[in-house]
């Protein structure tokens, strides 16, 4: 049998430097066929043999700090409190790379909280470089993190704040407030003024402006969905040595979904030694936080909390947490999220399979209670439509990708290439998605399927929908500050592209009333274009209306094909009366871009159960299923 792969630290004494199998075994610390489980897992996935047991809860700390040896102690956070002196001997960027933090001064010797030995080892290194030995005190990784956000917090959320580049932020937005205010009232001063000079002129002006944006977007739509329908060849199973994957999931305010969450992301098959969960908390969230402090974590999850700094928003909690993470594949999830089983090998699978230019791989959201009422019937249509259809379209046609807020995984050096998240854009996915496009990385969809939960509330729905409406405004306005650059990074098509679906998006919400009024003719009602335009151009525009109609419609069909939810398709024609409140969320978008660019209207979760029993379970062949077969 080959040796045990572990790390076998001298820590000062002769018993540690026996390996920590052979310690546990003398000890009986460890049943024999966990202890053999453990190391061969250990052995597969180059783990030491700590973590796997740490990981799948076999050992406690106290045991472990035992067998480690007599220069070792475990330390007790609230008996033994660090010496804010000491903890400034290593940088923030030094304790959070190994997992350490300097505690305590004995003599000459410094007490380092670490984690692990092989991360002890590291900071006894640095510390030597200053003249100073020292000795473990092991300590949990979530009480190493704790006490580094307490002791660092202040500076990691400066830098969380601001780890995009000004130029790709639209953090200025904020600081032009009495003068943005003055601009858009100006504008909307002269559109009245237009309105009562010249009604008709007005209102012909904009509905040309809102048929424009309506061909446009239904072209790329239409073009998205012929090019849809081939998929990439399936990816082999990953071979060992697989690498560390981290899933961050935010919460704020997620009391009643917090529990359940733990469940679901149980079921991810994944080696736990590898997996490292981060529950990103808000420091005001007492409630949330409580419900979790008495929930019995799993070894691989930990929780982290976010100090408070200028704002509050889940880009800056993502950039905080993602200074604690250690995977090499960093991916998020929602609060109410229950992905498939094999989600994390196939993005493993399909990222070794790729080169480094794909930097980043969405998965496909879709609902576990689209029966819940209409909304919620009709909000699945769109996901499915989105998610089954259009992205995998405009990926396949080389356009930039808007990113989905989860199930959205990411090579950790190319995140920290580009800085993370913009901390101050409320659709923070859509906006990265962009940014990496600019830097020359793509996305790709992976058939691996997320359930959520859908909103099914109509006025949740419309501050949702104006969140991400809001964030779509601010990021466009943010990409096309400097129109040559965008074009020099994207090329003139792909520049199209973006703009297609950030400005079109926008413009048919915003416009959309003004094609509403086409429906007059059915109703046999004078239009009031009929004076400016002649009958033959007003038909046409109202052939061009429905014919956009039908292929919304066709989208929905097609899509709800491809998912477990055929029995919506009598409802995909209903998609005329849900848009509508899209309009609503836009305007309200608009007004919030101008008085406060930077709220996030929250979304809260817990609020409608699964359809039924195991409405939340994904099977691996649904995201299979999810996109049509491989042409020849």
Not at 20 to 29: K, W
Not at 188 to 194: C, L, M
Not at 330 to 338: F, S, T
Not at 550 to 574: D, F, K
């Amino acid at each position: 049998m080959s040796a045990p792969l572990q790390t076998d630290i001298d820590t000062g004494s002769a018993a540690s430097r026996r390996p920590l199998s052979a310690r546990l075994l003398e000890a009986g610390a460890v049943p024999v066929p966990d202890l053999v489980e453990a190391m061969g897992e250990a052995h597969l996935t180059a783990t030491p043999l700590h973590r796997v047991l740490q990981s799948r809860d076999m050992v406690g700390a106290d045991i472990l700090a035992r067998a480690l040896g007599d220069g070792v102690s475990l330390l007790d956070r609230d008996e033994y409190p660090p010496d804010p002196e000491v903890t400034n001997l290593l940088f923030a960027d030094e304790c959070l790379a190994h997992g350490v933090l300097p505690w305590r001064l004995v003599g000459q010797e410094v007490q380092l909280a670490a984690a692990s030995p092989e991360g002890f080892e590291a900071g006894r290194t640095l510390l030597k470089a200053q003249g100073r030995d020292a000795v473990m005190l092991l300590a949990s990784e979530s009480v190493i993190h704790a006490e580094i956000g307490a002791h660092h917090g202040a500076q990691l959320v400066a830098e969380a704040e601001s780890l995009v580049t000004a130029e790709d932020s639209c953090r200025d937005m904020g600081r032009a407030g009495p003068l943005r205010t003055l601009v858009a009232l100006t504008i909307a001063a002269a559109a009245a003024a237009t309105l009562w000079a010249a009604p008709l002129t007005f209102f012909t002006a904009i509905l040309a402006l809102a048929t424009l944006s309506l061909v446009v977007s239904q072209a790329l739509k239409l073009a998205a969905m012929l090019a849809s329908r081939t998929r990439a060849p399936e990816d082999p199973e990953p071979q060992a040595p697989l690498p560390p994957v981290t899933i961050m999931v935010p919460l704020f305010r997620e009391a009643e979904i917090a529990t359940a969450l733990t469940e679901r992301i149980g079921r991810l098959d994944y080696p736990r030694a590898l997996l490292q969960v981060l529950l990103v908390l808000e420091d005001c969230d007492e409630e949330t936080e409580q419900v979790l402090a008495r929930t019995r974590l799993p070894g691989w999850c930990q929780t982290v909390v976010v100090p408070e700094g200028t704002l509050r928003t889940k880009p800056r909690a993502l950039n905080y947490a993602m200074r604690f993470a250690r995977g090499e594949i960093i991916g998020v999830l929602d609060a109410e999220d229950a992905p498939a089983p094999d989600q994390i090998r196939r993005i493993v699978a399909r990222f070794r399979n790729r080169g480094r230019d794909v930097a980043c791989l969405q998965g496909i959201l879709d609902f576990y209670n689209p029966k819940a009422n209409w909304l919620s019937r009709c909000f699945a249509i769109e996901y499915a439509s989105w998610f089954r259809l259009q992205l995998p379209g405009i990926a396949r046609l080389g356009l930039p990708v808007p990113l989905g807020g989860t199930t959205v995984y990411f090579r950790r050096d190319v995140l920290d290439e580009v800085g993370g998240w913009d901390a101050h854009n409320v659709t923070e996915d859509a906006d990265l998605g962009i940014r990496l496009a600019r830097r020359g990385y793509r996305t790709e969809l992976v058939p691996t399927v997320t359930r959520e939960e859908a909103n099914n509330r109509a006025l949740p729905w419309i501050k949702q929908r104006s969140r991400w409406l809001k964030g779509y405004a601010m990021t466009w306005a943010v990409h096309s500050r400097r129109p040559a650059g965008l074009v020099r990074d994207l090329g003139i098509w792909r520049a199209l592209g973006f703009q297609i679906m950030f400005l079109g998006a926008l413009a048919q919400f915003l416009l959309a009333p003004a094609l509403w009024s086409f429906w007059l003719i059915l109703a046999n009602v004078p239009h009031p274009a009929e004076a400016v335009l002649s009958a033959p151009a007003l038909h046409a525009l109202f052939a061009t209306y429905v014919t956009a109609e039908a292929v919304s419609i066709l989208s929905g069909l097609i899509a709800v094909a491809r998912s477990p939810h055929i029995g919506l398709m009598p409802w995909v024609p209903s998609l005329i009366f849900y848009y509508p409140l899209g309009t609503l969320a836009a305007w309200k978008a608009i007004w919030e871009v101008v008085t406060k660019p930077f709220y996030w209207d929250k979304t809260q979760h817990g609020k409608s159960a699964p359809d039924g029993p195991g409405a939340d379970l994904v099977s691996s062949d649904e995201g299979v299923n999810a996109l049509p077969p491989r042409r020849a």
